[in-house]
C-alpha cells in the first residue's frame, strides 16, 4: 500500500482548490503556465513510464486500449466542458443553456476515479509507481484550483470546500479500493492492468489538448509556455533516477 503518497495527493488537491476559496480565482496567465508545465510533465511521465510498461503487458492489445481511454476522455470532456485542462469560461453551452456546475463535478469525479485505479498496481520498474503519483500531483493542482473557483461561483464557501474534500478523496479512495481488491480477486489485478493503458490514453488527450488550446493564439507559443514545458518534461526525465 502506498498511504504516505495517497495522503500528500489527497491535500495536494485540496489545497489546490482551496487557493481560490482564501485568495480569489487565480490568474488567467499564470494559470496558463501551471497548464503547460502540469501537461507537459503528464505527457512526458506517461510516454517514459505508462506506455513502456503497458506495451510489455498488453503487447498486442495495448493500443486498442489507449485509444479507448483517448475517446474515452473526450466523452468524458463533455460533462467536464474541459475544465482539466483549462477551459474556464463555463457560463453557458452553444445552445445559451446554462451549464450545471454539478455535472462538471460529476465529470471529473470519474475522472479522478480512474486515475487512482493504476496507482495501487505493481509495475516492473521501480520508478513508474512515484513517478505516477507525480504526474497526478501535478495534474490536480491546476485541475483543483480551477474546480475550486467554478465551486465559488456556485455556492458557499461553507459548501464549496465540502465539495473540494470530497472530490479530494477520490483518486486516492480509488488506488485503495483497487489494491484492496487486487489483494483478494485476481480478475481485480488484470482489470488494472487493461485500465492502465486506458488511462494512459486519457492522460495523452489531456496533456495535448492543454497545448493546443490552453493560452494560444492562431497556435503560436510564447517564450514563458515553452519554458513551462520545457520544465514539465525536465521533471518527467529526472522521474527516470527515482527507484
Known sequence: MHLLPDLLLLLASFAGGALPLLAGPPGEERMHLLLAFSGS???????????????????????????????LQLLIQRA??????GHTHLH???????????????GLSL??????????FNYRSASTNPSLYIAVGV??????????????????????????????????????LAYALGVRYGFMARTVTVLIPVVAGAFIHIST?????????????SRQKVGAMIAGLVLAALTLLLH
Open 41 to 71: 510533465a503528464l505527457l512526458g511521465i506517461t510516454c517514459l513510464h505508462l506506455l513502456p510498461e503497458t506495451f510489455q503487458d498488453l503487447p498486442e492489445h495495448a493500443g486498442i486500449y489507449l485509444l479507448a481511454g483517448f475517446f
Open 139 to 176: 495534474h490536480k493542482l491546476p485541475e483543483a484550483m480551477i474546480l475550486g473557483a467554478l465551486l465559488c461561483t456556485a455556492y458557499s464557501r461553507k459548501k464549496a470546500a465540502v465539495l473540494l474534500l470530497l472530490f479530494s478523496f477520490i483518486t486516492p479512495a480509488a488506488a485503495l
Open 111 to 120: 475522472h479522478a476515479f480512474m486515475e487512482g485505479l493504476p496507482l495501487s
Open 209 to 221: 489538448t492543454i497545448f493546443f488550446e490552453s493560452g494560444t493564439r492562431h497556435h503560436m507559443l
Open 80 to 85: 467536464t466542458h474541459g475544465v482539466e485542462h
Open 92 to 106: 453557458a453551452d452553444g445552445h445559451g443553456h446554462a451549464i450545471s456546475v454539478i455535472s462538471i463535478f460529476a
